[in-house]
Protein backbone atom coordinates (compact mmCIF):
# COMPACT_ATOMS: atom_id res chain seq x y z
CA UNK A 1 0.00 0.00 0.00
CA UNK A 2 1.35 3.62 -0.44
CA UNK A 3 1.28 6.21 1.62
CA UNK A 4 2.34 9.86 1.59
CA UNK A 5 3.47 12.02 4.72
CA UNK A 6 3.39 15.71 5.74
CA UNK A 7 5.64 16.26 8.83
CA UNK A 8 4.68 19.97 9.41
CA UNK A 9 1.33 20.32 10.26
CA UNK A 10 1.31 24.01 9.53
CA UNK A 11 3.96 27.27 8.30
CA UNK A 12 4.25 30.71 8.24
CA UNK A 13 6.13 32.38 5.86
CA UNK A 14 6.84 36.64 5.38
CA UNK A 15 5.52 38.09 1.83
CA UNK A 16 8.10 37.62 -0.55
CA UNK A 17 10.03 34.89 1.63
CA UNK A 18 10.49 31.20 -0.17
CA UNK A 19 9.31 28.31 1.80
CA UNK A 20 10.01 24.92 1.04
CA UNK A 21 6.62 21.93 2.29
CA UNK A 22 8.40 18.52 2.98
CA UNK A 23 6.71 15.39 1.45
CA UNK A 24 7.57 11.85 1.71
CA UNK A 25 6.05 8.77 0.49
CA UNK A 26 6.47 5.04 0.36
CA UNK A 27 5.56 2.90 -2.55
CA UNK A 28 7.20 -0.58 -4.20
CA UNK A 29 5.51 0.69 -7.64
CA UNK A 30 7.84 2.03 -10.27
CA UNK A 31 5.53 4.13 -12.20
CA UNK A 32 3.75 6.87 -10.65
CA UNK A 33 2.85 10.88 -10.22
CA UNK A 34 3.18 12.84 -7.36
CA UNK A 35 1.27 16.47 -7.13
CA UNK A 36 1.13 19.15 -4.62
CA UNK A 37 -2.76 20.22 -4.33
CA UNK A 38 -3.55 23.73 -3.08
CA UNK A 39 -7.06 24.04 -0.56
CA UNK A 40 -7.51 27.99 -0.15
CA UNK A 41 -10.40 28.78 2.34
CA UNK A 42 -13.00 28.35 -0.44
CA UNK A 43 -12.07 24.52 -0.18
CA UNK A 44 -11.81 24.42 -4.11
CA UNK A 45 -9.29 21.72 -4.73
CA UNK A 46 -6.32 22.90 -7.33
CA UNK A 47 -3.37 21.24 -8.94
CA UNK A 48 0.16 22.96 -8.30
CA UNK A 49 2.69 20.93 -9.89
CA UNK A 50 2.68 17.41 -11.39
CA UNK A 51 5.93 14.92 -11.28
CA UNK A 52 6.43 11.49 -13.19
CA UNK A 53 8.55 9.16 -11.28
CA UNK A 54 10.37 8.45 -14.77
CA UNK A 55 11.22 11.90 -15.32
CA UNK A 56 14.41 12.75 -13.26
CA UNK A 57 14.20 16.76 -14.58
CA UNK A 58 12.44 18.75 -11.55
CA UNK A 59 9.06 20.23 -12.61
CA UNK A 60 8.53 24.10 -12.28
CA UNK A 61 5.27 26.04 -13.05
CA UNK A 62 6.41 29.77 -12.75
CA UNK A 63 6.86 30.22 -8.84
CA UNK A 64 6.74 26.64 -7.63
CA UNK A 65 9.25 23.88 -8.02
CA UNK A 66 10.24 20.01 -6.90
CA UNK A 67 12.44 18.78 -5.19
CA UNK A 68 11.78 14.82 -6.49
CA UNK A 69 14.14 12.49 -4.66
CA UNK A 70 12.93 9.00 -6.41
CA UNK A 71 15.59 6.90 -4.16
CA UNK A 72 14.74 8.80 -1.13
CA UNK A 73 11.17 8.64 -2.02
CA UNK A 74 11.16 12.70 -1.39
CA UNK A 75 9.18 15.50 -3.25
CA UNK A 76 9.17 18.53 -1.69
CA UNK A 77 7.82 21.89 -2.90
CA UNK A 78 9.69 25.58 -3.01
CA UNK A 79 6.81 28.63 -3.44
CA UNK A 80 9.17 31.48 -4.31
CA UNK A 81 8.51 34.79 -3.64
CA UNK A 82 5.45 33.93 -1.55
CA UNK A 83 2.15 36.13 -2.23
CA UNK A 84 -0.88 36.40 0.18
CA UNK A 85 -2.64 34.27 -1.96
CA UNK A 86 -0.66 31.22 -1.34
CA UNK A 87 -2.11 31.15 1.55
CA UNK A 88 -3.62 27.85 1.51
CA UNK A 89 -4.17 24.50 2.93
CA UNK A 90 -1.43 22.54 0.56
CA UNK A 91 -1.51 18.61 0.00
CA UNK A 92 1.20 16.07 -1.40
CA UNK A 93 -0.34 13.26 -3.24
CA UNK A 94 0.58 9.86 -5.02
CA UNK A 95 -1.15 8.10 -7.98
CA UNK A 96 -0.60 5.45 -9.69
CA UNK A 97 0.75 5.49 -13.27
CA UNK A 98 -1.61 2.96 -15.16
CA UNK A 99 -3.06 2.61 -18.82
CA UNK A 100 -5.76 0.48 -18.98
CA UNK A 101 -6.32 -0.77 -15.49
CA UNK A 102 -8.00 1.87 -13.51
CA UNK A 103 -6.75 1.76 -9.84
CA UNK A 104 -5.56 5.01 -10.22
CA UNK A 105 -6.92 6.54 -7.05
CA UNK A 106 -4.93 9.87 -5.54
CA UNK A 107 -3.82 9.24 -1.91
CA UNK A 108 -3.38 12.12 -0.28
CA UNK A 109 -1.22 13.30 2.62
CA UNK A 110 -2.56 14.76 5.63
CA UNK A 111 -1.41 18.36 4.65
CA UNK A 112 0.71 21.50 5.71
CA UNK A 113 -1.48 24.99 6.46
CA UNK A 114 0.43 27.77 5.07
CA UNK A 115 0.30 30.79 6.50
CA UNK A 116 1.49 34.14 4.11
CA UNK A 117 1.74 37.01 6.35
CA UNK A 118 1.73 40.18 5.35
CA UNK B 1 -12.72 25.76 -20.08
CA UNK B 2 -15.41 23.66 -18.76
CA UNK B 3 -15.13 22.29 -15.58
CA UNK B 4 -16.55 19.29 -13.63
CA UNK B 5 -19.92 20.63 -12.17
CA UNK B 6 -21.56 19.40 -9.31
CA UNK B 7 -24.75 19.97 -7.59
CA UNK B 8 -25.92 20.79 -5.43
CA UNK B 9 -22.71 23.12 -3.94
CA UNK B 10 -24.47 22.99 -0.46
CA UNK B 11 -26.72 20.13 1.41
CA UNK B 12 -28.33 19.81 4.75
CA UNK B 13 -29.75 16.93 5.69
CA UNK B 14 -31.37 15.14 8.52
CA UNK B 15 -29.86 11.92 10.51
CA UNK B 16 -31.74 8.81 8.70
CA UNK B 17 -32.41 10.94 5.61
CA UNK B 18 -30.97 10.03 2.06
CA UNK B 19 -29.28 12.81 -0.33
CA UNK B 20 -28.00 12.34 -4.03
CA UNK B 21 -25.13 13.93 -5.19
CA UNK B 22 -24.48 14.52 -8.67
CA UNK B 23 -21.48 15.22 -10.82
CA UNK B 24 -21.21 15.97 -14.52
CA UNK B 25 -17.18 15.13 -15.66
CA UNK B 26 -15.61 17.53 -18.29
CA UNK B 27 -16.56 16.68 -21.67
CA UNK B 28 -15.49 14.02 -23.45
CA UNK B 29 -14.20 12.28 -19.76
CA UNK B 30 -14.60 8.41 -19.28
CA UNK B 31 -13.77 8.03 -15.82
CA UNK B 32 -15.37 10.01 -12.62
CA UNK B 33 -13.98 9.46 -9.45
CA UNK B 34 -15.43 10.22 -5.76
CA UNK B 35 -13.82 11.64 -2.91
CA UNK B 36 -15.10 12.07 0.80
CA UNK B 37 -13.36 15.05 2.74
CA UNK B 38 -14.30 15.16 6.40
CA UNK B 39 -13.14 18.40 8.59
CA UNK B 40 -9.46 18.84 9.13
CA UNK B 41 -8.73 15.79 7.15
CA UNK B 42 -7.49 15.31 3.70
CA UNK B 43 -9.61 13.95 0.88
CA UNK B 44 -10.35 10.10 0.96
CA UNK B 45 -11.24 7.91 -1.86
CA UNK B 46 -14.52 6.30 -2.01
CA UNK B 47 -15.60 5.03 -5.62
CA UNK B 48 -14.77 5.05 -9.27
CA UNK B 49 -15.64 4.91 -12.39
CA UNK B 50 -14.73 4.40 -15.90
CA UNK B 51 -16.54 3.64 -19.26
CA UNK B 52 -19.92 3.36 -17.04
CA UNK B 53 -18.42 0.12 -15.09
CA UNK B 54 -17.14 0.55 -11.12
CA UNK B 55 -13.13 0.82 -11.54
CA UNK B 56 -12.31 0.72 -7.83
CA UNK B 57 -13.66 1.12 -4.60
CA UNK B 58 -12.40 2.68 -1.33
CA UNK B 59 -13.58 2.69 2.05
CA UNK B 60 -17.26 3.40 0.93
CA UNK B 61 -19.87 2.53 3.25
CA UNK B 62 -22.45 0.29 2.65
CA UNK B 63 -24.40 3.23 2.96
CA UNK B 64 -23.77 4.61 -0.41
CA UNK B 65 -23.62 3.57 -3.95
CA UNK B 66 -22.92 5.10 -7.01
CA UNK B 67 -23.31 4.71 -10.59
CA UNK B 68 -21.97 6.36 -13.81
CA UNK B 69 -24.81 7.08 -16.58
CA UNK B 70 -24.49 7.05 -20.32
CA UNK B 71 -23.69 10.58 -20.61
CA UNK B 72 -21.02 9.68 -17.98
CA UNK B 73 -22.60 12.20 -15.39
CA UNK B 74 -22.49 9.91 -12.04
CA UNK B 75 -24.61 9.90 -9.22
CA UNK B 76 -23.56 9.39 -5.11
CA UNK B 77 -26.37 7.88 -2.93
CA UNK B 78 -26.14 8.22 0.40
CA UNK B 79 -29.07 6.54 2.93
CA UNK B 80 -29.69 6.12 6.38
CA UNK B 81 -27.10 9.90 7.03
CA UNK B 82 -25.07 9.92 10.00
CA UNK B 83 -23.45 13.07 11.84
CA UNK B 84 -20.08 11.51 10.48
CA UNK B 85 -21.51 11.37 6.81
CA UNK B 86 -21.09 15.52 7.26
CA UNK B 87 -18.19 16.33 4.80
CA UNK B 88 -17.04 18.05 1.70
CA UNK B 89 -17.37 15.35 -1.34
CA UNK B 90 -15.31 16.23 -4.58
CA UNK B 91 -15.67 14.15 -7.76
CA UNK B 92 -13.02 14.42 -10.20
CA UNK B 93 -13.10 13.22 -13.80
CA UNK B 94 -10.46 12.36 -15.99
CA UNK B 95 -9.56 11.41 -20.23
CA UNK B 96 -8.33 8.64 -21.67
CA UNK B 97 -5.43 10.64 -23.08
CA UNK B 98 -4.81 12.27 -19.84
CA UNK B 99 -4.10 10.90 -16.15
CA UNK B 100 -4.58 14.10 -14.41
CA UNK B 101 -8.52 14.33 -12.25
CA UNK B 102 -9.77 17.78 -12.08
CA UNK B 103 -11.78 17.71 -9.72
CA UNK B 104 -15.45 20.09 -9.44
CA UNK B 105 -15.76 22.14 -6.65
CA UNK B 106 -17.45 19.88 -3.74
CA UNK B 107 -20.74 19.40 -2.22
CA UNK B 108 -20.70 20.21 1.23
CA UNK B 109 -22.63 18.24 2.96
CA UNK B 110 -24.24 18.81 6.65
CA UNK B 111 -26.09 16.12 8.74
CA UNK B 112 -27.88 17.87 11.53
Known amino acids: AQTVTQSQPEMSVQEAETVTLSCTYDTSENNYYLFWYKQPPSRQMILVIR??????QNATENRFSVNFQKAAKSFSLKISDSQLGDTAMYFCAFMKQLRRNRDDKIIFGKGTRLHILP | AAGVIQSPRHLIKEKRETATLKCYPI?????VYWYQQGPGQDPQFLISFYEKMQSDKGSIPDRFSAQQFSDYHSELNMSSLELGDSALYFC???????????FGAGTRLSVL
Open chain 1, 51 to 56: QEAYKQ
Open chain 2, 27 to 31: PRHDT
Open chain 2, 92 to 102: ASSSPGDDIQY
